[in-house]
């Protein structure tokens, strides 16, 4: 089955304590993003990557890193969590970057206390 | 800078009655749309998408109509099913951006018994 896996599905963390969250996709697909759901703000890109080690940041990505080692896998990263962080995040991937429907994860929930 | 919106943010219909649900959008040169479902814990879902070379695509029970004049676009739901309940999102793309989507901020539909 065609999927996107985030894992976990929910993480309580302390702020400051470095944590990971993993992406991967079985579509061979060459773009992989990652986005946080905020109420009233809809879906906010973070980082995107179009291929194996290309990444660059989105709409917000202060607080963040990610990796792209190999062509499945796209973890999110985050160094040193603070509230302000705490959010859905959605890792989405597609065939293309532009004009290519995006395939998600079913979802991280992150509270940093 | 440039944005996607949506006109109202709640919408409640009767179930077997058809559903309509818009969104503006700002950017001239958006060249793609898709309509995403999100239901209650869950990723974000694809639902239809239309290239700007065309102003009307239907699928199963859904169909999208775009009017580039005004910068809008709707989704229509036939024969809305209490299945239907869940939020909405619009997303645009357009060429020649590395960027992959940029996403409304969503209405949510309630199908009423």
């Known amino acids: 089955e065609a999927q996107v896996t985030q894992n976990p599905r929910y993480l309580i963390t302390v702020t400051g304590k470095k944590l990971t969250v993993t992406c991967s996709q079985n579509?061979?697909?060459?773009?992989m993003s990652w986005y946080r759901q905020d109420p009233g703000l809809g879906l906010r890109q973070i980082y995107y990557?179009?291929?194996?080690?290309?990444?660059d940041k989105g709409d917000v990505p202060e607080g963040y890193k990610v990796s792209r080692k190999e062509k499945r896998n796209f973890p999110l990263i985050l160094e040193s969590p603070s509230p302000n962080q705490t959010s859905l995040y959605f890792c989405?991937?597609?065939?293309?970057?532009?004009?290519?429907?995006?395939?998600f994860g079913q979802g991280t929930r992150l509270t940093v206390v | 800078g440039e944005s996607v919106g949506l006109h109202l943010p709640t919408l409640s219909v009767q179930e077997g009655d058809n559903s309509i649900i818009n969104c503006a959008y700002s950017?001239?040169?958006?060249?793609?749309f898709i309509w995403y479902k999100q239901e209650s814990g869950k990723g974000p879902q694809f639902i239809i998408d239309?290239?700007?070379?065309?102003d009307k695509r239907q699928g199963q029970r859904v169909t999208v109509l775009l009017n580039k004049t005004v910068k809008h676009l709707s989704l229509q739901i036939a024969a809305t099913q209490p299945g239907d309940s869940a939020v909405y999102f619009c997303?645009?793309?357009?060429?020649?951006?590395?960027?992959?989507?940029?996403f409304g901020s969503g209405t949510q539909l309630t199908v009423l018994p």
């Open positions: 989405a991937s597609s065939l293309g970057q532009v004009n290519t429907e995006a395939f």
């Open positions: 579509m061979n697909h060459e773009y």
């Open positions: 990557s179009m291929n194996v080690e290309v990444t």
């Open positions: 950017n001239s040169a958006s060249d793609y």
């Open positions: 239309i290239r700007s070379n065309m």
């Open positions: 997303a645009e793309n357009w060429g020649g951006s590395a960027r992959q989507l940029t």
